[in-house]
C-alpha cells in the first residue's frame, strides 16, 4: 500500500503543500519540481506520488521511480514504502517481493506504520520470504500500535483464524471494533461476523478489552 507524504516543519514546502492539497496539481507541480532539484527530499516523494497517480500529469511509473529512488537514496521513509508498493504490485516495474521486504523493512525500521503494515502483510500472505505469521503479528502490532486500522483489522482476522497464535475471539472482536470505531467498514462487518461466534458475556468482555485499548492508546493490547 502507498501512502501520500505528510510533512511537518518543513516551510519552504507548506506553499507546495497547499497548492496540493486545493487541487491545483500544475502549481504544485512546479513548485515541487523547483524544490526536488535542490535536493528536497518531501518534494522528490511528492513527486513521486504525483507521478504515480497520475495527478496534474499523465500517469509515469518510470518516472514516479526515479524521484522515489532519489528520496529513498536519502533515507526516506516514506519514499521508502511508496517504491516497496510499486515493486509489490510490478508497477513500472518487474514484480519483486523481494525487493519490496527490503523497502518495507527500511521503512519499518524507522517507525513508519504504513510500512510496517505492507511488512506484516508480505509475512501473513509468504510473499518474498516464507510465510511467517508470528512476524506478521509483531509488525500488525506496531502499526497497530499507532492507530493503522488496516492492522488493527488483520490482527483480528489473525486472531479470528488462529494464524500463529490460538485462536481467540475476544481478540478478534476486539481488534475489529478498534479498526471499525476509526471509520474501517470492513473493521465493523468482521466484528460483526465473529461476534455471532461468541456469548454475550464474551462480547461485553471483548468491548470493554477495545476500551481499555484506546486509554492506553492502543499499547499493550
Known amino acids: 500500500m502507498i501512502c501520500l507524504v505528510a510533512t ?6 507548506d506553499d507546495a503543500n497547499s497548492f496540493h492539497m486545493r487541487g491545483d496539481y500544475t502549481q504544485a507541480l512546479k513548485l515541487y519540481k523547483r524544490l526536488a532539484a535542490q535536493k528536497n527530499v518531501p518534494a522528490q516523494t511528492m513527486l513521486g506520488w504525483m507521478y504515480g497517480g497520475g495527478q496534474g500529469v499523465t ?3 518510470p518516472e514516479a521511480l526515479k524521484w522515489y529512488r532519489l528520496a529513498v537514496s536519502q533515507g526516506d521513509a516514506i519514499a521508502q514504502n511508496n517504491l516497496g508498493s510499486l515493486y509489490q504490485n510490478g508497477l513500472g516495474v518487474k514484480q519483486d517481493y523481494r525487493e519490496a521486504l527490503k523497502l ?3 521503512s519499518a525500521a524507522q517507525g513508519y506504520a504504513m510500512a510496517q503494515y505492507n511488512l506484516g502483510a508480505l509475512y501473513q500472505n509468504g510473499q518474498g520470504i516464507g510465510l511467517n505469521h508470528k512476524e506478521a503479528l509483531k509488525w500488525y502490532r506496531l502499526a497497530a500500535a499507532q492507530g493503522h486500522v488496516y492492522a488493527q483489522n488483520n490482527l483480528g482476522v489473525i ?3 488462529g494464524q500463529g497464535v490460538p485462536r481467540d475471539n475476544n481478540h478478534a472482536h476486539m481488534w475489529f471494533n478498534l479498526a471499525s470505531a476509526a471509520g474501517y467498514a470492513d473493521g465493523a462487518k468482521n466484528r460483526d461476523l465473529i461476534a455471532q461466534r461468541m456469548t454475550h458475556q464474551q462480547i461485553e468482555k471483548a468491548q470493554d478489552m477495545a476500551r481499555k485499548c484506546q486509554e492506553r492508546n492502543f499499547k499493550g493490547c
Open 8 to 13: 511537518a516543519n518543513a516551510a519552504p514546502i
Open 59 to 61: 500517469q509515469d511509473y
Open 104 to 106: 518495507f523493512q527500511l
Open 159 to 161: 486472531y479470528s483464524d
